[in-house]
Every structure is written in C-alpha cells, then in structure tokens.
C-alpha cells in the first residue's frame, strides 16, 4: 500500500496499537473523535465519522481505511451505536467509494457472535481442542447492542462491496491486552489478541489481496473457539502469540530468563 | 394463537393481503402510518414505529406481532431506511419483549439477498431445476439500502432471541403480485408470492414452533432459487400456487375453464 491510509479512531485502544506497530511502515492520516493530548505526526482530522463533511477531506487520496472509529463500549445503548456505529460505518463507506478508495478495512468485533457463547457451551468452548470452532461464515450472533452495530457494519461492507468493488476485510477483534493474556481467565486467554499480532493482522489486511472476508483477529491461543484459517489463508496472517505461554506468575512460562512484564 | 395480533403496516400492500385472507381467524389490533381511507373493524392506533410511545399502546395484551411497516421502497434512501426500518424495527422489539409478547413475525426480504443475484447467474438461475438455491442460512448479501436494512433486522431478532427467548420468524418476501405472476419475466416468476400463499405463510409463523428461522417466501413456482424446505419443515408452509402455471395469455395453463384475471 504505497498510497496514505486512513485510520479512524486513532485515539482508541486499537488505533494507538495499530499506529504504534506501524508507524514508520505507511503515510498515515488520522481521524480523531477529539483532540489527541499530543500532537500527532501525521496529517489529522477530528470530527464524528456520521458527518460526511467531517469525513470527506481526511479521505482525499488515500488508498486504504482502517475503520476503527466508533462507541466501543459493550453495553453501549442502542442509540449511541445506531449513530456512532451503524450510521458512521455507512458514512465512511459511502465516502471511500466517492473518493475511489481501493481497501476497507472494518474493525469488527467478537460481539458481532456473542451469542454464540451459550450457557451450555461455557467454559468448554474456550478449552483447548474444543470441536467447536467459528469460521466466520455463520449468520451472526450479536450478544449486545454494540455486537448488533457491529455486524451491520459487516453487512453494509458486503453491499459496497458487492455494488461497487471495494476491497473489505472485517476482522472481529478479540481482547486486545497490554503486555500479557488476563491470567486464570479461560475465556480472556481464549480471546486474546497481543499488541504486536494486532498491529501485525491489520498490516495483512493492508497488503494482502482479497474481495469480501471475515476473518477473527485473536493470538494463535491453545484456547481458542474462533478459527484463525481463513485468516492465515488470505491474509498471510502468522500471529506471534499464545496466551498458554504465560502462566500464574505473569511469565513466559518455560522460559528460563523469565521476563517481567509489569 | 389465540391471544391477540398486531400488524404493523397494516396499510401496505402485504399488510392488506395478509388481513384480508386472515381476518376471521385472529383477534387483530393494528398499526397504521397514517389514518386509513375506510375506519378498521379493529382496534387500530396511528404511529411511528421508530417511537415507544406510538407503539407501546398497541402492544398491550399482545400474543404476536407481525411487523410489516418501515419504507418499503427498494431504492429507499439510507436516512430513510435508518430511521423506519432499522430504529423501527429495534423499538418494536424492544416493546415486545417488555410486554411478554411471544412471537416476533419479520417481514424480511428478497432484498437482503439481493446481490445474490450477479451478472454471472442471471437469467439461469431463475430458470427451473438451477442447483443455485438459496437456503436462509447464508450471510446476507443486500442489493440495496433497504436490503441492509432488512438484514439488520434480522440480525436485531437474532439478538433477542438469544437475549430474550422470543420466538422470532423472518420471511423473506419475494414479490407479492395480485392475480397472476408477471408474464415473460423470469425473476418475477421465480419470486411470485401469490395472495393465499402470502396470508398463508403468516398463518404457518403464528401458529408454528419455533425458536429462530429464516425462510424464503414465495409461493412453490417451478422457477425458484429460493429453497422452501426450512419452511415447509418448519412452518408447515403448503403453497397452493405456482407461476409455471401461468401462461403468456394470462391464463391458467392446461386449464379448461381459462380463468379471465384482468
């Protein structure tokens, strides 16, 4: 991707992640929902992502969107998503598509098949070896409102990409946490996304050649109820991390020069 | 079922046809957008379905709901769709369950499998006997805004289903025409939904058990890419007419006693 990408919600969890990992590797421009603390080294914007006149000139040339931006809460009300979520994720495409953007990238979530984690299945589904896997391919199942969003934003991707040609990958994120899995939490080490291999899927979905995907973005964990196939097939995506290799002492377990990592 | 039935969207053209063929089996309340021509013979309240307050009244004492009303244009624009078909259909969920109701029918639509349809497909696949068939299980693929927004609706009653245990059945309508199917039009032909077939498949979902389906509805044309098994399986659907029937004069063909429908 020679050309800028934009990354929306650049001051959120992920967008600080994404931009760290790959600061030096793209021409970035960044879309802030406010004024980031300190100045950032990129071209910026800052406006709400339902407003196409606030989307419209951080989209001009760019190449590739990662579209981050949006409430990320998971029990956020149904307004709140339905505005921030459902209807900036249409703006956003609706504008990429006028200024002929060729890439989208669509920060899904694990909400969008929350649903899936039933009462019967739980805490089985997160063990290792479970028979139990989600390719990506099933209708969703959103376990809260913001799952809800975020599955429609999946949708309105696979119509603008169906109507106009435009390259998208969903990646439903897991947990991303800082510096190690949550410990003696199954479904946490189930769900985990390192730092390194978030910033690492979203360069994938930046390079590789795709139509319409959903792929999951989670470490390659022993535990693990999300297939990370399709996302090895068609990203390239070689994840760096297991949440097995930490233990109840926050160390690599089996490594001898045991690392701190607080 | 034998508590009471409201429909929403009783104005429309399925809303019509579904009272009319339904009329004397269920004690109906309905919901208009706007004040009807000739006064109801049934309790009827005038509203917005996007408002609690318009639809709460309406709601009381309700045994089902069949939800019909929104835009029903396929070229809607999105603020339209938005706002009547996705918040409207939240907020009749979100009543339903607040009021106990049980069975959540949703007038989904060929719509939110519309770019299904692809240049490379059509015409064969409208043709008798094409191994394409659709069976409900697919991810959505819309053709249009209003296609998303039926697809989100069916997202929004996977999610209450899961959340809240009401029974949700989305049909996905094909084109409901009176009379008799368009003539050398193949895809109207393998999408006809004939009048008795449409207050039938209506009947089948308030009377039938089940937790969540998605089922095409279209009556059993001999042209079809939509699969009827989950509905005939499920729903007890038994379609009575068939588009192959009907021939180039507007008439029944092979039958005797030719039927004049204009």
């Given at each position: 991707m020679d050309e800028p990408v934009l990354l929306t919600g650049a001051g959120g969890h992920v967008g600080r992640t994404v931009l760290n990992g790959l600061r030096e590797k793209y021409d970035w421009r960044l879309l802030f929902h406010s004024q980031p603390a300190r100045d950032p080294e990129f071209p910026y914007w800052i406006g709400e992502v339902e407003n196409h006149e606030d989307v419209r000139p951080a989209m001009k040339n760019v190449g590739a969107v990662i579209h981050l931006a949006g409430d990320p809460r998971p029990q956020a009300p149904w307004e709140s998503v339905l505005s921030n979520n459902i209807d900036g994720t249409h703006t956003m495409y609706e504008i990429a598509v006028e200024e002929g953007v060729d890439k989208f990238i669509f920060a899904s979530s694990n909400h969008a098949v929350?649903?899936?984690?039933t009462d019967e299945r739980t805490p089985d589904m997160y063990r290792e070896h479970d028979d139990f896997r989600l390719t990506?391919?099933?209708f969703p199942r959103p376990g809260n409102k913001y799952g809800i969003s975020k599955a429609t934003g999946e949708i309105i991707g696979r119509y603008f990409y169906d109507k106009h040609d435009i390259s998208v990958c969903n990646i439903r994120i897991g947990n991303l946490n800082e510096d190690h899995p949550p410990i003696d939490y199954e479904r946490g080490q189930a769900m985990w996304l390192s730092p390194r291999d978030c910033a690492h899927i979203h360069e994938c979905a930046l390079e590789a050649d795709y139509g319409f995907e959903i792929v999951y973005g989670i470490s390659d964990n022993d535990r693990k109820y999300y297939s990370l196939e399709r996302a090895k097939e068609v990203l390239g995506y070689g994840p760096k991390d297991n949440s097995a290799e930490w233990d109840g002492d926050d160390r690599l377990a089996g490594d001898a020069g045991a690392v701190n990592v607080d």
């Amino acid at each position: 991707m020679d050309e800028p990408v934009l990354l929306t919600g650049a001051g959120g969890h992920v967008g600080r992640t994404v931009l760290n990992g790959l600061r030096e590797k793209y021409d970035w421009r960044l879309l802030f929902h406010s004024q980031p603390a300190r100045d950032p080294e990129f071209p910026y914007w800052i406006g709400e992502v339902e407003n196409h006149e606030d989307v419209r000139p951080a989209m001009k040339n760019v190449g590739a969107v990662i579209h981050l931006a949006g409430d990320p809460r998971p029990q956020a009300p149904w307004e709140s998503v339905l505005s921030n979520n459902i209807d900036g994720t249409h703006t956003m495409y609706e504008i990429a598509v006028e200024e002929g953007v060729d890439k989208f990238i669509f920060a899904s979530s694990n909400h969008a098949v929350g649903a899936a984690e039933t009462d019967e299945r739980t805490p089985d589904m997160y063990r290792e070896h479970d028979d139990f896997r989600l390719t990506g391919e099933e209708f969703p199942r959103p376990g809260n409102k913001y799952g809800i969003s975020k599955a429609t934003g999946e949708i309105i991707g696979r119509y603008f990409y169906d109507k106009h040609d435009i390259s998208v990958c969903n990646i439903r994120i897991g947990n991303l946490n800082e510096d190690h899995p949550p410990i003696d939490y199954e479904r946490g080490q189930a769900m985990w996304l390192s730092p390194r291999d978030c910033a690492h899927i979203h360069e994938c979905a930046l390079e590789a050649d795709y139509g319409f995907e959903i792929v999951y973005g989670i470490s390659d964990n022993d535990r693990k109820y999300y297939s990370l196939e399709r996302a090895k097939e068609v990203l390239g995506y070689g994840p760096k991390d297991n949440s097995a290799e930490w233990d109840g002492d926050d160390r690599l377990a089996g490594d001898a020069g045991a690392v701190n990592v607080d």
